[in-house]
């Protein structure tokens, strides 16, 4: 869970919030050209090309359960100490502190931490491990 001082990364995915912790991610971007991945198919959308490191891109809102992302805005790139990952997402709103927190709940959805409840409106805080491991998953087959 996030830490006092931590911060998130608030993102859109077909007209929901989720933040996933700053600390988890690199860098955003605009979305770069794709490679494709033989043999793997959603979530996975193909590999990109990051500071001479091949990392493999999903669509998050597919891996969520949500309907595939048509036209992603932003591409976001993991911490490459959890893997060599980045998620397509429709849209990135801002970055967030605790201090913006009005409320928050515990979640029982095996890819989110938390809800919490931001001046934007209800967030749902993104587990990236539990995303890298099914994402892991679908690789091993």
Do not use: W
């Not at 999903?58 to 359960?65: M, P, V």
């Not at 980045?86 to 970055?95: K, S, T, Y």
Request: aromatic share 4%.
């Amino acid at each position: 869970m996030n830490q006092e001082g931590e911060k998130y990364l608030l993102i859109s995915l077909q007209g929901e919030l989720f933040a996933l912790d700053l600390a988890e991610t690199v860098e955003v971007e605009d979305p770069h050209p794709l490679c494709p991945i033989p043999s793997l198919q959603q979530p996975y959308c193909g590999a990109m090309n990051f500071h001479g490191r091949i990392v493999a891109v999903a669509d998050l809102a597919t891996l969520l359960g949500l309907p595939a992302c048509q036209q992603p805005d932003k591409t976001v790139i993991l911490a490459s100490e959890r893997a060599d990952l980045a998620f397509q997402v429709e849209r990135v709103i801002r970055i967030a502190s605790p201090d913006d927190t009005a409320t928050r709940t515990a979640s029982e959805h095996p890819y989110l931490i938390e809800t919490i409840t931001f001046t934007d409106g209800v967030t749902s805080v993104l587990d990236c491990a539990a995303l890298v491991s099914a994402l892991i998953a679908i690789i091993e087959g």
